[in-house]
């Protein structure tokens, strides 16, 4: 019994030792993992503490090469965009030349990234002050911008030439009148915006241009050019008449435009159509910028079928055509409201409404992709990549 009890003893001893020893290094692990961890974390914590008001100085200094600026003496606890004080700091600052305008310089603890990070950086809304003191000091001395609206970028919508050519009178006049400011920073690029059109404007590749004028150009004659663009590519899209374009103008430009459509089109026996026969017609990527993956219009969907000898009755904003698959079909630029409300023009089949495929929730353009049900069965064409 002795040696049993000395024997389980032993074991109960290497065990304890074992055990001891797993502990120790599960210690020195942790230990190793938190070291790790804390080389990360200082790696990236280059400024563990708010800045000072010297080192504010010293970044104004290389941010801001040859200006004097004067930096307040006390400073601000800053607010997050969550509402709290992060423990950062914010120092209202002046260029000496011109101590009216104040801006600031602003020390503020980053989070985020792939693993936690703290400390502070440093940055400043000079650009952004400056630009908001000069709109309004040029509409109160100068000139005016009320065809446009302010978000730190000028913004302006439009729907016809009409409102372009007074808007870009505006802004071209308030751009040399900002270019000769001192301390003015960057001209932002302002956005013209394509709205309030009588067809959708969802489908169309581009809906917005940034202004941002070529050597030798000015930002009026940039402005009218783009905001021409945007809207010739919506009428010879949809292949409707404009009030600010002749049909000439209008059918130069879809030449120019639509062309080199990649992809394959081949008729129901398998032969294939040359793609010249797209040559034009507006499409639109949706998805991609092949055949199959973009849409056409109604309205161009009339002009091939006309060119493939199917001969539509009517025009490019309403007609009737025999489909390939025997049905009659009908095409409609008038909108109608489905069930949920949203407006709609929807195809017609033997005088049946199709359901309407949406391509988005907003509305339903009339527009058909390419490798449709309805387009296949109208034109008897299947398209397909290289």
């Known amino acids: 019994m002795k040696k049993k009890s000395g024997f389980l003893k032993g074991l109960l001893v290497c065990i304890g030792a074992a055990l001891g020893l797993v502990v120790v290094k599960l210690m020195l692990l942790s230990l190793t993992v938190g070291g ?62 011109m101590p009216d305008v104040t801006f600031q310089v602003i020390s503020f603890r980053r989070t985020g990234g792939p693993i936690p990070v703290w400390g502070y950086d440093i940055t400043d809304n000079a650009s952004r002050s400056f630009w ?77 241009v940034y202004l941002e004028p070529t050597e030798g150009k000015t930002m009026a004659d ?43 089109l081949t008729q129901s026996d398998g032969e294939r159509v040359p793609n010249v026969i797209m040559d034009g017609i507006g499409l639109m990527p949706n998805g991609g910028s092949a055949l199959p993956y973009t849409v056409i219009s109604y309205g161009g969907l009339y002009e091939l079928l006309t060119r493939l000898g199917c001969e539509p009755d009517g025009s490019p904003s309403y007609y009737t055509v025999a489909g390939m698959d025997g049905s009659l079909y009908e095409f409609s630029y008038d909108p109608v409201e489905i069930a949920n409300g949203t407006p709609c023009c929807p195809v017609r089949r033997d005088g049946r409404q199709l359901p309407c495929k949406h391509l988005d929730r907003v509305d339903c353009p009339p527009v058909l992709s390419l490798r449709s049900e309805i387009f296949q069965a109208v034109t008897g064409l299947t398209a397909a990549a290289e």
């Not at 790790?36 to 000072?52: I, Q, R, Y």
């Not at 302006?156 to 009178?169: K, L, Q």
């Not at 900002?178 to 394509?194: G, M, N, R, T, V």
């Not at 404009?242 to 990649?262: C, G, I």
Request: charged letters at 25%; a negative charge.
């Open 36 to 97: 790790v961890f804390l080389l990360l974390f200082s790696a990236c914590s280059e400024h563990p503490n708010p800045h000072s008001r010297r080192e504010a100085a010293a970044y104004l200094q290389e941010a801001y090469p040859g200006e004097e600026i004067v930096v307040s003496k006390r400073w601000t606890s800053n607010v997050s965009k969550y509402g709290s004080e992060d423990g950062g700091r914010v120092w209202d600052c002046y260029y000496k030349d």
């Open 132 to 208: 908001e003191y000069y709109v309004e000091q040029y509409q109160t001395t100068a000139g005016r911008l009320d065809a446009w609206t302010d978000d730190y970028r000028l913004k302006m919508e439009f729907s016809a030439m009409e409102e372009v050519y007074p808007a870009a009178e505006q802004l071209q006049a308030f751009c040399d009148w900002y270019k000769a400011k001192p301390h003015a920073p960057e001209f932002p690029s302002p956005e013209c915006i394509l709205a309030d059109m009588a067809l959708g404007i969802r489908p169309l590749e581009n809906r917005f």
């Open 222 to 264: 940039c402005m009218i050019e783009s905001c021409a663009a945007l809207l010739k590519d919506f009428y010879t899209f949809y292949d409707i008449p404009s009030l600010d374009f002749t049909a000439e103008e209008l059918e130069s430009y879809a030449a120019a435009r639509w062309k080199d459509a990649q992809g394959i």
